[in-house]
């Protein structure tokens, strides 16, 4: 079965940075989108960033562009999201998902997305 394992997240300060890690899993990705999506407290679920594993072509929320970067070790089967000069309102659970028919720009979600469990990412001010 297809497992996405999240982590990283923690608890850092305005400014700081984190990088988020997500190994995926119980199948072969070589074809899908890999991304992640945010959700804060009170909030409905946002995408932030994606990469299409096979070409690399990347997408990034508006408000995330030139702080963060997504990346992927194929190798591994693991994206990666480093988040840089990170603020406040980046505050919330972090979601990995993979979508083997979609854009990356944004991300889709359907029936066919799988999830990681979350890691919590708290940015202090």
């Known amino acids: 079965q297809v497992q996405l394992v999240e982590s990283g997240g923690g608890l850092v300060q305005t400014g700081d940075s984190l990088r988020l890690s997500c190994a995926a899993s119980?199948?072969?990705?070589?074809?899908?989108?890999m991304g992640w999506f945010r959700q804060a407290p009170g909030k409905e679920r946002e995408f932030i960033a994606a990469i299409r594993l096979n070409v690399g072509t990347t997408g990034y929320a508006d408000s995330v562009k030139g702080r963060f970067t997504i990346s992927r070790d194929n190798a591994k089967s693991t994206v990666y999201l480093q988040m840089n000069s990170l603020k406040p309102e980046d505050t919330g659970v972090y979601y990995c998902?993979?979508?083997?028919?979609?854009?990356?720009?944004?991300?889709?979600?359907?029936?066919?997305?799988?999830w990681g469990q979350g890691t919590q990412v708290t940015v202090s001010s």
């Open positions: 119980g199948r072969t990705f070589s074809g899908y989108v």
């Open positions: 998902s993979a979508n083997p028919l979609t854009t990356v720009q944004p991300m889709g979600v359907s029936p066919l997305s799988f």
